[in-house]
Nanobody
């Protein structure tokens, strides 16, 4: 079992930056990939970014490419999502997720473990 805990959610202004953190605990040696997804009340959970836990290769949704950066600190079992130039259409609950079998997937169904979510609100 892997446990994920997000932190860093906040209310910000459009154009602001924010960094989310996700600390993993438990059987973390079995993780292959970690990622971030987000969901607003009117939408399905959507892919934001993933990172290969072993080699650090990253992938991003087109909507956040160039503005968001995912990174990891293996020693701390922590993955980060640095978000810049946040847009008014982006408020959502941001979920951290981990996969024990897939190093990189944009599908929520490919993830085995989920955090409780971090709320990000963006005011225009």
């Amino acid at each position: 079992q892997v446990y994920l805990r997000e932190s860093g959610g906040a209310s910000v202004q459009a154009g602001d930056s924010l960094r989310l953190s996700c600390e993993a605990s438990g059987r973390t040696f079995g993780m292959h990939g970690m990622g971030w997804f987000r969901q607003s009340p009117e939408n399905e959970r959507e892919f934001v970014s993933t990172i290969n836990w072993n080699n650090g290769i990253t992938s991003y949704a087109n909507s956040v490419k160039g503005r968001f950066t995912i990174s990891r600190d293996n020693a701390k079992n922590t993955v980060y999502l640095q978000m810049t130039n946040l847009e008014p259409a982006e408020p959502a609950v941001y979920y951290c997720a981990a996969s024990s079998s897939l190093p990189s997937t944009s599908s929520p169904h490919g993830m085995d473990y989920w955090g409780q979510g971090a709320l990000v609100t963006v005011s225009s």
